[in-house]
């Protein structure tokens, strides 16, 4: 017997399997509210697999965004921090009081003043000293 | 009809396992799979690890940080060449032709173009958007004020490691951190306590005093002897860190490491503040004691001789100090016993590294009869007294004079203040190693020592300020004896003598103009210190005691 007679009656057989099997007339309404239900259930499944994977796929893409504009703007402070320390490093600083036509100071004179309140300027005394 | 509800059933568990196989691969995906392409996702997206932590100064001035440099590369696949050529090329020194030359070179399908871009040129090419030819971003390492402080420093290698100095030291804190969630946050911050104007003051004038000297080289540390912090450091050559690769490449490897902490030396009179702390602590002498002093003294079968080889008769202890004597000091050390004399030289930390937070600290050489029996003898113990046959780092000495300044207690010192991380502030605290001697015998070492200043070397002195300090010039010791007529000489001193703020070691090595302590080490302190205490806001005497 040829091949394809015997894949035609398989098909056959298997079509009518299925029609005997699935014939409404004879589900009961029972029977059809359950397979109603299995659907709905099935449906309900897919759709919220779906949903919760687009909403990842979603996320996914708007964090990389974030984080590659989070990297932007690390490089940008990153350059803006360093520039202006250049613009405050002594040789800077020096080069802009020279303009301004500062001068190298000569000898200091110390003059004792009573009573002379503590001031916020930098001394290792009154402020980096532990306590004593 | 039974064999529709047979066949129904076989329906149904066929559904039902493909039912069940869905809600397991759910489970797997949603549950499972998911934490795990949470943890992915950085790899995933390429983001560019965070920077390495920043370096100030105490006062808030960038020493060391990261800054965003660019690669530019080449992907013949669908690269826009007439684009490139007309609106970057120009902008980044590229020729058209070599860009034509690219163009007809099939073979080559990637290339990296420029290794160096600066930021604005970076930014430049990533947003022209050119296809085919982009920039990457990297961090790389920036020190703003050059060579400053390089020593205390360090520098970050091409592989981003740490190295030398605090960068070395503090590697893994100031490396960025890879988070729980896979991302990296910044290295954490540090706050050194370090002055940049003092540092630049320090090194400035330690170049003039080679100049002015012929020094080889030479060392200055500028410390607060109450918390150990250090306020400068310098020493000569120094490098710059951004060259670091240059010198590396030329085996000079040498000129990384920071002689302030890793170079041993041996201290000579300076040594003697130690010796006299000790004697005066343990009672063995008063700083009113007299002895009868000889030219020169014979100890342990060998004979130690006055640096000029003079008797200066009686002699009380200041005048001991203030005339440097080798005979004094061999007396003091002899009287006190060695059991003694080491027991305060241990107490003073001596042969034991500080724990100073940088890469290659030495630990120094103290030969004990309890440790080294076969090499001690007692001609060691004499020339222990006045700094020979011990060896030490110029750290070492700040550290244990500066307890004698700190009312007897000796901290450890230290360079970090603050390690900064987000919102998290760790500051140091002072760690203070133990008393080796009381309050009463530093206060009275402290007024000999600046007695001895004002009767031998007035030339240290500073308007307005009390010093209490001590000279030396010692001898190089090489294989088979002493490199004569070589000296290193130094002066150690610290103000105001009676309420000490700041300790100051001056070390030049090999000094032509002069061998002696006190007219090379002297001058350049004195010059140093003018300019040095204003900054440091610290204040002239008569305003302490105005104040008080």
């Known amino acids: 017997m040829p091949a394809n007679s015997n894949n035609k009656n398989a098909n056959q057989r298997l079509t009518a399997w299925l029609n005997q099997g699935l014939k409404r007339q004879n589900w009961s309404t029972r029977r059809v509210a359950q397979m109603g239900l299995l659907i709905a259930l099935g449906v309900v499944v897919a759709a919220l697999y779906l949903l919760q994977s687009s909403q990842i796929v979603t996320s996914t893409r708007q964090v990389q965004l974030l984080r590659e504009e989070l990297a932007e703007l690390q490089q940008a402070n990153a350059d803006l921090a360093m520039n202006i320390s250049l613009m405050s490093t002594r040789a800077q600083l020096q080069q802009r009081a020279n303009e301004l036509g500062f001068a190298t100071t000569g000898n200091l004179l110390f003059v004792g003043v009573p009573h002379m309140p503590q001031d916020d300027s930098p001394s290792i005394a009154n402020i980096y000293s532990p306590e004593r | ?145 050059g060579s400053l402080a390089a020593h205390v420093l360090g520098f970050v290698n091409d592989d981003r490691l740490g190295l030398y100095g605090v960068e070395g030291w503090y590697n893994d804190v100031l490396t960025p951190t890879r988070q729980a969630d896979g991302t990296f946050a910044p290295g954490a911050d540090l706050v050194l306590t370090i002055d940049r104007n003092a540092q630049a003051i320090t090194e400035e004038e330690l170049a003039l005093a080679l100049r002015d000297t012929g020094a080889e080289s030479g060392s200055i540390i500028v410390a607060n002897p109450r918390n150990g912090e250090i306020l400068a450091m310098a020493s000569t ?7 670091y690769a240059e010198i590396a490449n030329a085996q000079e490897e040498k000129a990384f490491v920071n002689p302030n902490v890793s170079d041993l030396f041996e201290p000579g009179s300076i040594f003697k503040v130690l010796t006299m702390a000790a004697a005066l602590d343990s009672g063995t002498v008063t700083r ?77 050489l103290l030969i004990t009869r309890d440790k080294n029996p076969d090499r001690w003898s007692e001609a060691i113990l004499a020339s222990n007294s006045f700094g020979q046959a011990i060896a030490t780092t110029p750290l070492q000495m700040v550290a244990s004079i500066g307890a004698v300044a700190n009312d007897g207690v000796l901290v450890q010192p230290h360079l970090v203040r603050k390690i900064i991380r987000g919102d998290r502030v760790d500051e140091a605290k002072v760690v203070a190693v133990g008393r080796p001697i009381s309050s009463e015998t530093a206060h009275t070492l402290s007024d000999m020592l600046a007695v001895a200043v004002q009767r031998e070397v007035p030339e240290a002195l500073v308007d307005g300020y009390t010093i209490a300090g001590k000279t030396g010039t010692a001898q190089i010791p090489v294989p088979g004896g002493y490199d004569d007529p070589w000296t290193i000489a130094t002066f150690i001193a610290y103000a105001p003598a009676y309420d000490p703020q700041v300790i100051v070691l001056v070390k ?22 003018t300019r040095l205490f204003p900054v440091l806001g610290i204040l002239p005497d008569s305003q302490v005691a105005l104040n008080k």
């Open chain 2, 288 to 364: 009113d004691t007299v002895y009868n002093d000889t030219a020169s003294i014979e100890v342990g079968g060998q004979v130690i001789w006055n640096w000029d080889r003079g008797g200066h008769g009686p002699t009380d202890m200041t005048g001991l100090l203030a005339k440097s004597l080798n005979v004094g000091a061999s007396t003091l050390a002899i009287r006190m016993g060695q059991q003694e004399f080491y027991k305060y030289m241990r107490a003073f930390n001596l042969g034991r590294p500080t724990g100073i937070d940088l890469q290659h600290e030495a630990a120094g």
């Open chain 2, 237 to 243: 050559p120094g490098y710059d860190p951004t060259h």
């Open chain 2, 1 to 145: 009809m039974d064999s529709f509800r047979s066949r129904f059933n076989v329906f149904l568990i066929i559904v039902s396992i493909i039912a069940a196989l869905v809600g397991v691969q759910l489970i797997r995906f949603q549950l499972i799979q998911h934490v795990e392409s949470k943890r992915d996702v950085p790899e995933l997206l390429k983001v560019e690890p965070a920077a390495r932590g920043r370096i100030y100064d105490r006062n808030g001035y960038l020493l060391s940080g990261d800054e965003t440099h660019f690669e530019l590369a080449y992907d013949r696949n669908g690269a826009n060449y007439g684009r490139f050529i007309e609106e970057l090329a120009p902008t980044l020194g590229i020729t058209s032709s070599e860009i034509l030359a690219l163009k007809a070179q099939p073979a080559i399908t990637h290339k990296q173009l420029i290794k160096d871009l600066p930021y604005d040129q970076g930014s430049l090419v990533r947003e022209t958007d050119v296809w085919g030819f982009t920039a990457h971003p990297y961090w790389k390492r920036a020190y703003p004020e």
């Open chain 2, 508 to 529: 030049l090595d090999r000094p032509t103009s002069s061998m002696w302590g006190s007219e090379t080490a002297v001058p350049a302190f004195q010059r140093l210190a």
